[in-house]
């Protein structure tokens, strides 16, 4: 009989930037990000194309937003997954701010 996957985990990677989670200690998927001041700026959301279709990127931007929350910080979903993740997940509402062309211009510097 075999043995269960393990289930994923999802980790933060504060060097890189980015939350990613692992599948098997591989990974499998990441949300990218910058903090600017009190908020989190969420730009970008990939699940590599071999773990399409398993939710993991849903598991990916909960904990990750689960995480801002118990940061003190404030999300804001430059991505477009993370805004609509958000869209459906009205519990992190409290915590989030509008996309604003301020950030969007700080993001785009940051980023050069």
Excluded at 65 to 84: E, Q, S
Excluded at 87 to 107: G, M, N, R, S
Aim: with cysteine; proline share 6%.
């Amino acid at each position: 009989m075999s043995q269960p996957a393990p289930a994923p985990t999802v980790e933060r990677n504060d060097d890189r930037h980015r939350y990613e989670i692992l599948v098997d200690g591989t990974r499998a998927g990441l949300t990218a990000f910058r903090d600017h001041g009190a908020q989190r700026v969420f730009f970008h959301t990939e699940v590599d194309e071999a773990y399409a279709g398993q939710g993991l990127a849903g598991q990916l931007v909960q904990q990750a937003l689960t995480d801002v929350r118990k940061l003190g910080k404030r999300i804001v979903p430059v991505c477009p997954y993370v805004a609509k993740f958000l869209k459906k997940h009205e519990e992190f509402a409290d915590i989030t701010d509008p996309v604003t062309p301020d950030v969007l211009q700080w993001l785009e510097a940051e980023l050069a």
